[in-house]
């Protein structure tokens, strides 16, 4: 079995097709783990749950998910964030918004914990550094933990003898699914931010045992261009191309 790992869609439609459409390329995906972030940001909200929804998915919620659905109040995000929030929640239908209230923070899929943030803190911990990932191997039971969040593809894995390694995850290095515990994240779909603006997704293939990582080229002038018509922050518009 294939399985998509897709985090921080961020209502960017073109990223998410794309990446879709490369995976379908690949030989296509039996299932979706969705890390959270669907919604905010980007301007096709409505489709891009509609979407998931479409899918196999198995989905947890992410910091903008549980704002839109407004279990987080909007003064916890700085004011871009928050100003796409007033129009995010705005497109958003019934159907839609009880979707994302219903998602869970912490779910849990054969060996794998999945999280938005860290299994720490779901919501709003940016799970960045060694020192983050060796406390927060104490937070998860199974072996292996996959998070979103901080729009960067990262890996650190436990040593035998508890130690963490930082482990440089490229599209030329994927990870064995063995006996090393880790922490996973596949990157952003809808607004990568390590500096490469393709669209970033993972496959896990439960065969093999092997996670690769996958970048793709999308239209980010279609994106762009809608969220100029929707009066979307400028900054958010512009930061897409450069991928930070
Ligand atoms: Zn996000």
Known sequence: ???????????????FTAV????????????????GDIVNYGPDPVKCVELVLRLKNTSVSGNHDLAAAGKIPLK????????????TTRQLNA??????????????????????GSP??????YLVSKGQARECFGYFKTRYCLIGHSHEPLLF?????????YVNFTETNGQVVGKHRFILN?????????GDPRASYAVYDTQSRMIKLFRVPYDIGTTQLKMVKANLPMRLVARLEKGL
């Open 95 to 116: 159907s839609d918004t009880a979707f994302l209230t219903g998602l869970s923070q912490v779910t849990v899929r054969d060996e794998f914990t999945l999280v938005h």
């Open 120 to 125: 720490r803190d779901p919501d709003w911990e």
């Open 20 to 35: 879709l459409k490369d995976a379908e390329q690949r030989g296509g995906l039996d299932e979706y783990w969705f890390l």
């Open 157 to 165: 894995r436990q040593e035998e003898d508890g130690s963490v390694t």
């Open 1 to 15: 079995m294939r399985i998509g790992l897709l985090a921080d869609i961020h209502a960017n439609l073109a990223a």
């Open 76 to 87: 916890l995000f700085n004011p871009d964030a928050a100003a796409a929030m007033e129009w």
């Open 186 to 194: 596949p990157g952003s779909v809808g607004q990568p931010r390590d």
